[in-house]
């Protein structure tokens, strides 16, 4: 499954997303951090998750964080 995060909104919690992408996804801090530069620099962040439960725990969390994006069951 896959998430294509396209920007961010007011508030976007920088610090909380790069700690859920280590979290859950279990990325490193360095590309956790390279992750939320694209995203600032607004450039697209495509990831691929295979577990369908963390999959809709993740999109709920980046929902709550402040990102916009779509995603592609």
Do not use: C, H, R, Y
């Amino acid at each position: 499954m896959k998430i294509i995060i396209k920007s961010w909104k007011p508030g976007f919690k920088k610090v909380i997303f790069t700690q859920l992408q280590m979290d859950l996804l279990g990325m490193s801090l360095k590309d956790a951090k390279s992750n939320v530069d694209k995203i600032l620099d607004d450039k697209e962040v495509v990831l691929i998750i295979n577990d369908k439960i963390l999959f809709q725990k993740f999109l709920k969390e980046i929902d709550d964080i402040g990102l916009i994006f779509q995603n592609n069951l």
